[in-house]
């Protein structure tokens, strides 16, 4: 095969090869979503709670924010930390009230 034919058929291969491409490609969104969605949900899944573990500690939610002192202490209900004041058995007040 000469340089030129070997050039020209290669050019013809790579055009080939774009024509061929582009479709797929733009179908991609439609069918990759779809095989991709899955597997980004499990990929959430497993990195969220190791990203966000959450903090121990916090600002008393029923004080807001004139309270500026952080307590350990969660509603067992809402899940709000919640200072002394406020910590009625394992519920804060507000869930207490309702
Ligand atoms: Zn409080
Ligand atoms: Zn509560």
Not at 36 to 46: F, K, S, T
Request: with cysteine.
């Amino acid at each position: 095969m000469s340089r030129r034919l070997f050039l020209k058929a290669l050019s013809t291969d790579l055009v080939r090869n774009r024509q061929v491409t582009r479709p797929t490609l733009s179908y991609i969104p439609k069918n990759l979503r779809k095989r991709i969605r899955p597997q980004q949900n499990i990929l959430e899944d497993i990195t969220a709670p190791q990203n966000e573990p959450g903090p121990s500690r916090g600002r008393c939610g029923v004080c807001s924010r004139a309270n500026d002192n952080k307590y350990s202490v969660k509603c067992n209900k809402c899940g709000i930390f919640i200072c002394k004041t406020h910590t009625q058995s394992i519920f804060c007040s507000n869930c207490v009230d309702r």
